[in-house]
DNA sequence: CTGTTAGCGCCTTCAA
DNA sequence: TTGAAGGCGCTAACAG
């Protein structure tokens, strides 16, 4: 007897609990049981149950489940294009958390962070149980989330609501003193786009950190995140008068933009010439052709504290707006001068 | 007057179609009308509605909705650990075109490719109207997805259903016409995981266009599609007696892998001593520091081109099992002999 | 443990 | 054009 030969299953007719019941000679409320974990049901009965309905190719629908439970089981993510394509690895390891729960990922991609608005409306309609949002949102929307029962977690943002946020902070005074140690003494710093927190964030630690340490960060120089804009305002930053020692970016990819700006560019040594460090920890980053100074960003924690506090919100454990620091780890390679240099 | 000033929303529960009627003063079927396109309802009535609505914050129910409609407007997107980290191109482009045709991305991450079987009256369960799947599925699943009237598009696979994929065929004619040209006699090729749908294409059209230019090509190393294993397997090819002249990736980023083998670990010249091809274009082939040649996968074209067949058979214009082939560009960079040489 | 009854929020006939 | 009644597929409250 083969576990699934629905070959009853008439075409396109969705196979409901009421066909299943009729088959199995129960009650509807039986083949409910039946598909629900410890409900009151004998362990034959069940099973009766399951064959008829695996005979009729039967699942019961998430759908009208939810109606009657309030429950979707469906968690809303947010992500800028940016954020989808530069770091894809925050949505596959949200996603696989996601589904470890038991639920499921429901994306919504917006063109650019400020546009998570008109969205709200979108994401009720679907009657998402939970919200991880690595977007801005205006207070406005998250106000009316929770007026509307609908958690919220931001991820490396800030806002009034629960968020999980990698220590730039600590990250950036680690990879400072190390530099400090090291021989910088005159940094440049590369930006994302002006206005993407997470770049203002390690923007702000960065100065905070080089302060610190008796070292000049000089002024940002805005790029784009990409590989290319890393290398344009690279060339930009050393072609000038009196050039820095050290190049300082938002983000790894723009960082080996640096690099390669430099070495194929500029014909200049990294680290001989100038010393070049990033954020974030990409695969790339850890290639031999680069081997670059990067501070970790801890993504598959960040998506693990994000979706457990969402589902502990979602289940009324309420740990509302929980704040979530995930440490950040220096990983010195060979784009930074090493420690006997210093 | 707010557009969205929802005070009057209480906590938790949730606002519907006849609250918004009572406020307005007018039926639940008024207010159904009133938010959707073509129905018959008066100006008046509707913008009266309407504002009734951003008062309290209503938007309506898209589950509700599906229960009556069967439409759900979800998409089920299957996809591979693998794919979903190494090609995350694809899930972003995919979820640009279904929401673009107004519909949501509902993610399915599977540990490998061919788990694909039990997740079946999962995908039936969300209603989902439809399904891309960019991991095999078994002939028994499709058959039961058609049983169930739920359309099927296979991304970069081909089966009993609608499918996209790319030209690996012509794709690779092109590179081994240009590599014979180039100078290349005897290569190796690194293959993806055993198995692995993809890799075992660009094997298959390798071996014959090879073959057609009489060039040598050696049974396949399996790798694991990443750099490191890239990296390994190059290691072990050119180190063998009587090396070849070229080594061929089944991907980018084992091809990415290659190069850095041969610069760092081997002190060999690229393409001097060997010449290296990949296949996709991933960013980082066109860096630098890398140049790899390569054949670009028209990713966006075919995400654009799986949304479509699918949207399309949703909507009844049934292009049933239509077949689409996205042509590949080769992209010839710095990582092969230069033509001049041949 | 099992069956009956009501209703989740909406869309869809049908009358008016 | 508008309103009233029924039902999409399921679960929750109650009876037995």
Redesign the interface.
């Known amino acids: 007897m083969q576990q ?1 030969d ?1 070959d009853q ?1 008439g ?2 007719g ?1 196979v409901t609990s009421y066909d299943v019941a009729r088959r199995a000679g129960v009650s509807q409320s039986a083949v409910s049981r039946a598909f629900r974990e410890g409900a009151s049901i004998s362990a034959e009965l069940r099973a009766r149950i399951h064959r008829a309905a695996a005979a009729l ?1 039967y ?6 489940r ?2 009657m439970t ?1 429950r ?1 089981r ?1 968690v809303g993510v947010l992500v800028t ?1 940016a954020t ?2 530069n770091n ?2 925050i ?2 390891h949200l ?2 958390h996601i ?1 470890e729960a038991g639920n ?6 917006l063109p650019d962070d400020a546009a998570g608005d008109g969205i ?3 994401l ?4 998402v149980d939970g919200l991880i949002a690595a977007t801005t949102l205006p207070e ?1 929307t998250l106000r ?1 989330c929770a ?3 609908v958690p919220v977690v931001l991820y490396n943002r800030h806002g009034i609501a629960a968020s999980v946020a990698c220590d730039h902070t600590m990250g950036m005074r680690d990879l400072a003193a190390y530099l400090a140690r090291t021989g910088t003494r005159d940094a440049a710093f590369i930006a994302g786009p002006q206005e993407a927190p997470v770049s203002e964030e390690r923007h702000r630690a960065a100065r905070a950190a080089f302060a610190e340490f008796g070292m000049t960060l000089r002024p940002a120089v805005h790029a784009d995140y990409t ?1 290319a804009g890393g290398h344009a305002a690279t060339v930009a930053v050393l072609t000038g008068v009196a050039p820095p020692d050290t190049i300082l970016c938002a983000n790894d990819t723009m960082a ?2 640096a ?2 700006a430099c ?3 500029l014909g200049l040594s990294v680290p001989g010439d100038v010393a070049i460090a990033g954020f974030d920890d990409v ?2 980053a850890g ?4 081997s670059l100074t990067t501070v970790a960003q801890p993504i598959p924690d960040l998506a693990r504290a994000a979706v457990h506090l969402l589902v502990d919100q979602i289940d009324g454990r309420t740990t509302a707006n929980e704040r979530r620091l995930v440490p950040a780890a220096l990983v010195v390679r060979a784009s930074s001068r090493s420690a006997a240099a210093g």
Chains 1, 2 share one sequence.
């Open positions: 699934t629905d299953a075409l396109g969705r190719g699942a019961p629908s998430h759908i009208a939810a109606l309030q979707s469906l294009e989808a394509r894809p690895d949505l596959f996603g696989q589904q499921r990922m429901l994306v919504f991609t709200l409306s979108d009720l309609s679907y009657h406005e009316r007026r509307h029962g590989h080996l933009g690099i390669d070495r194929h560019t695969p790339q290639w031999p052709s680069y």
